[in-house]
Structure formats: structure tokens, C-alpha cells
């Protein structure tokens, strides 16, 4: 709003090894890097998260440009059963809640006497959060305590759901995660929370939302790789291969195919 950018975000991007930095932002930023200015350069690809008009503009330009995928309002959801630990789960919720009135923040538990723990803890740590406004806002629009029959009901939940950040404190979280199909990022254990996956455990937090991560996975340094694919046939490669190729191409009735195949081997 003062016409400056961060200090921090600066060093960040410096250390980084980013050797260009574009003041601009918002739905205008994505058009400027989709098409060109006469100051902004044409990109290949645009990745990153934004508000709604961000998004929005993302997915107005892919195929002008390519992009990781569109991205809402972040979310959370946590996998527990009686042995976890209810003030460390609440933290969680709340840490996420803070970030923004339409963040999502699920707890999701087979054990009754643990939800109810939890409930007490986000309460209580609530009224004296810097952000309670925030995150009073964000758990009555999205902040869910999700009581299951039996576990195998709340794994089916999660994998449902698919969060962008999923977090288990279970007794054997390890066997937990091999019941995992969709979440973004997953944080196993009491002593890993979401935070760390922000700020220093090495993860990145582009991650997909609102049942993306059932489709594609958060944004890495693949998301930056093209992986074309080789082949190289020998002649008597191709005599084999034939035998395959050529019923395939006669019967979709592309004989140009065929002539390409055959030509070779009669010579």
C-alpha cells in the first residue's frame, strides 16, 4: 500500500537466487506476466497463491501460460484417535484459523471424550489469540469437530475431504499414513505441526485445496521439469514393433501411418 516491498520478502528472494523483481500484484500481475507489458516480460509459467481475483486470473490464462493448479482457502484437517494429545490439536486448528476469515479447520476422531477435550482447548485458547476475531469468523464458517463411528470411518473422512494440510497424531501414525490417498502436505506425529511445514521443515506450502490433492500434488521443483520422451528403433526393432503398430493404425483407418511403417521395412 506504500508503494514498497517488504524488507524480508526481499532478502528472501535475493538468497533465493531470483535475479528480477516485478513491483505489482494482484489479477493485473497475472495478465502483465501472461502477455507481456512494455515493462514485464512474457512468462512460461505463473505458480503461486492469491486471493480470489488471483485465482480467478490463472485460470482465465492457462494454456496462454501454464500454471501449478487454482488455489482457495487454505485448510486443515486433523486425523486423531484417543491416544493424541487434545491442547496440540487445538493449537492446530487455531493456527490455521488465524489466517484467514474462510480458512477451513477439521478435526476428525472416532473418540468422543477427545473431541469434547478439543472443543474445551479451542475455547479456551481463543478468547486470549492476537487474532480472535479472525479466527472466531473462521470457525463459525468452516471450523468442524467430525465424530466417527470407528476409526476406518474418519480415514475415510480424510481421504474424502482430501485437505491441503493433514496432520495425524494417532497411536501408529506410520500405519495411519499407509490409509492416506489424497492430502497435500501430511504432518505425522504429535511434534509436527503445520507451522513447521511453513516456516522451515522444508515442504512447500503451495498446496492444492478444496479436494484438489485427490487430482495433483503441491508445488515442488518437478513443477519447473519437462520430461519429454525418446525413442530410438533399430530396423529389426521396427520389424517387430510392426506387428503391433500397424493392425492398430488400419484400424483407425490412418493408412498414412501404415505407408510409414511399411516403407521402411521394404526397404
Known amino acids: ?17 531470483a535475479d528480477e523483481i516485478y513491483k505489482v500484484g494482484g489479477a493485473q500481475a497475472i495478465g502483465a506476466m501472461a502477455y507481456s507489458t512494455e515493462s ?13 481475483f488471483v485465482t480467478a486470473a490463472k485460470k482465465l490464462v492457462y494454456g496462454e501460460v501454464d500454471i501449478e493448479f487454482p488455489a482457495g482457502p487454505s485448510e486443515v484437517l486433523i486425523l486423531a484417535d484417543k491416544t493424541a494429545n487434545a491442547e496440540y490439536i487445538a493449537t492446530d486448528i487455531l493456527s490455521q484459523a488465524e489466517h484467514d476469515p474462510k480458512a477451513s479447520c477439521f478435526f476428525v476422531t472416532d473418540d468422543e471424550n477427545l473431541a469434547e477435550d478439543v472443543l474445551e482447548f479451542v ?4 478468547e486470549d489469540a492476537p487474532r ?3 479466527i472466531k469468523e473462521a470457525l463459525s464458517n468452516s471450523g468442524k469437530i467430525i465424530l466417527t463411528r470407528n476409526f476406518e470411518d474418519a480415514v475415510y473422512v480424510t481421504n474424502e475431504y482430501a485437505p491441503e494440510h493433514l496432520v495425524i497424531m494417532t497411536k501408529d501414525d506410520e500405519s495411519t499414513l499407509s490409509q492416506i490417498n489424497n492430502a497435500g502436505s501430511i504432518f505425522l506425529g504429535k511434534y509436527s505441526p503445520v507451522a513447521c511445514g511453513d516456516y522451515g521443515s522444508g515442504t512447500n506450502h503451495v498446496l492444492p485445496t478444496g479436494g484438489g490433492a485427490k487430482m495433483y500434488s503441491g508445488l515442488s521443483t518437478e513443477s519447473f521439469i519437462k520430461k519429454p520422451t525418446v525413442q530410438k528403433i533399430t530396423q529389426e526393432g521396427l ?22 511403417i511399411k516403407t521402411r521395412l521394404n526397404k
Open 40 to 52: 514485464i516480460p512474457k512468462v512460461e509459467k505463473i505458480v503461486g497463491p492469491g486471493n480470489i
Open 239 to 260: 520389424e517387430k514393433i510392426s506387428t503391433t503398430c500397424i493392425p492398430i493404425a488400419e484400424y483407425e483407418g490412418l493408412f498414412g501411418h501404415v505407408d510409414s
Open 123 to 126: 475455547d479456551k485458547k481463543t
Open 1 to 17: 500500500k506504500d508503494g514498497k516491498i517488504g524488507d524480508a520478502i526481499l532478502v528472501a528472494a535475493h538468497l533465493a537466487g
Open 132 to 134: 480472535a476475531e479472525i
